[in-house]
């Protein structure tokens, strides 16, 4: 059985459909993205999973129990955690305590415990605290954990939000466009943190759109686009996917030259604006100048005029 299945997913908003039958699962322990342009869905399919939308139809499972109709705060009982596309940290609270709240599903505490400071609620903030020490310390954070979260540069408030959902000791992660905003060494090092959390035996589902982190880390990527799944598969087979191709880059896929002098993402014939046609390698088939065309990604020049 897998961890998370999401079977047959429809979501609208009156007359307007968010999502149009995605299905994909996810197995313990799992790296799995969720990529497409703008507007796609992602999102809205996380909203859905953690209970903040409910679905208009299909099922959602988290070994084989149904999540549709749950509560977020269950839902996030069950071992579900989440980020956000947008930060939701409490930019008041010191980060420490930001991290802190992550653990309110496991303290062990009543209402009169925390009235009465009897042993048990100190043992169980004592315990709360060592834990957000420990998932700051895990996540790298270099900021001080005992100032304002707001304070922070705005990488550092990923990694406290990662932390923070980190602490409710999920079984399964939901990040947001977690390297959004990030440099490439700040990349780098998220790239390193999620592969750390995975090791703990946490599965993750990851929206991104820097694909160079999403191909270098998932063991499944899943593509969205209109709210419809067009392709489920290994990295390196969906790069080559022609409806993934031409939902990034629009157009035909074996021919999206035109503006581009014939680039082209698998190698295949393009176009030139001079209306010449050239295969991928930037051959120009008519023998007539010009070096338009792209193989594997590597730009090509049109050539434009070359033959006048």
Known sequence: MSLLSVADLRLTFGGLVAIDGLSFSVDEAEIVSVIGPNGAGKTSAFNCVTGFYRPTSGRITLRGRDLPGLRPSAIAGLGVARTFQNLRLFGELSVL??????????????????????????????????????????????????????????????????????ARRPDLLLLDEPAAGLNRGEKAEMLDLIRRVQALGVAIVLIEHDMGLVMEVSERVVVLNFGREIADG???????????????????????????????????????????????????????????????????????????
Do not use: M
């Open 234 to 308: 290994r990295p390196e087979d969906v790069r080559r996917d022609p409806a993934v191709i031409e939902a990034y880059l629009g157009g035909d896929t074996a021919a999206t030259g035109g503006e581009t002098g014939g680039t082209t993402t698998n190698g295949k014939d393009g176009v030139g604006r001079d209306g010449v046609r050239r295969d991928g390698a930037g051959k120009d088939r008519a023998a007539e100048g010009g070096t338009g065309g792209e193989t594997e990604g590597k730009d090509g020049t049109a050539g434009g005029d070359a033959h006048a």
């Open 97 to 166: 305590d930001n991290v802190r709240a992550g653990s309110h599903l496991w303290l062990r505490q009543s209402v009169l415990d925390a009235l009465l400071h009897t042993p048990r609620y100190r043992r169980s903030e004592r315990e709360c605290t060592e834990q957000a020490h420990h998932w700051l310390d895990f996540v790298g954070l270099r900021g001080d954990r005992y100032g304002r979260a707001g304070n922070l540069p705005y990488g550092e408030q990923r990694r406290t939000e990662i932390a923070r959902a980190l």
